[in-house]
């Protein structure tokens, strides 16, 4: 059965604090993650990962994807509180269907 | 607990025909919301709706797109006179009451041909 798992579902910081979560995934038919921030009605793009090693920055995010160990992270350094969100895994599994894992859960606190 | 569940998971439409894209939400969810993936983007937001009423459409295209959601059974977006730049992912997503905890389904994929 094709799933993604987050860890941890949730997370409270301060503000400046660095966090990393995780995403792990089985899938058929691999063909990219996606990291998605959701606030309120709408998840924003953050970052499509294809090939492993390479990292994906923007800002204080980074991302980064091992295809052999099946996992992404998401880095965020000096978080804001602009940052509190549920941060959002999904995997394009290739043709058949996408599978988003049930998210992180970020606050942040001043 | 299913999840959310979407279906077709592929249709394949031709120019000019209609597209119904059908969205169970997860047992005791009564918000939906449906979103457009085109190639290489985002999630874009179409439209919120809440059993028998549309909350938020400013995300749906003024014509040929519609949206239901009602009493009983699936929430339904509709596609008419589809053409080949509606090709995408559409993905429904439910939650308990807004903001709180989204569960996506896995999206139907769109091809007009």
């Known amino acids: 059965e094709d799933k993604v798992v987050q860890s941890p579902l949730s997370l409270v910081v301060h503000e400046g604090d660095t966090v990393t979560l995780n995403c792990s995934y089985e899938?058929?038919?691999?063909?990219?993650l996606l990291w998605y921030k959701q606030e309120k009605k709408a998840p924003t793009f953050l970052f499509m990962l294809?090939?492993?090693?390479i990292e994906k920055k923007s800002g204080r995010l980074s991302s980064i994807l091992d295809k052999k160990e099946l996992f992404s992270i998401l880095n965020i350094t000096a978080t804001q509180t602009g940052d509190s969100a549920i941060y959002l895994c999904a995997v394009d599994n290739y043709g058949q269907n996408f599978v988003f894992g049930p998210g992180t859960r970020l606050s942040v606190l001043p | 607990n299913a999840g959310v569940m979407q279906n077709p998971r592929h249709l394949v439409r031709r120019r000019g025909q209609e597209a119904r894209l059908r969205c169970s939400p997860m047992k005791g969810h009564s918000h939906v919301y449906w979103y457009r993936q085109l190639p290489e983007e985002g999630l874009k937001f179409m439209v919120y709706?809440?059993?028998?009423?549309?909350?938020?459409e400013s995300g749906m295209p003024k014509e040929r797109f519609s949206a239901e959601f009602p009493k009983e059974g699936p929430s339904i977006l509709r596609i008419q006179q589809v053409v080949r730049g509606d090709s995408a992912a559409y993905f429904c997503?439910?939650?308990?009451?807004?903001?709180?905890?989204?569960?996506f389904g896995s999206g139907t994929r769109l091809t007009v041909v």
């Open positions: 294809t090939s492993s090693g």
């Open positions: 997503a439910s939650s308990p009451e807004t903001g709180t905890g989204y569960t």
């Open positions: 709706l809440q059993k028998e009423n549309i909350i938020d």
């Open positions: 899938v058929t038919n691999f063909r990219s």
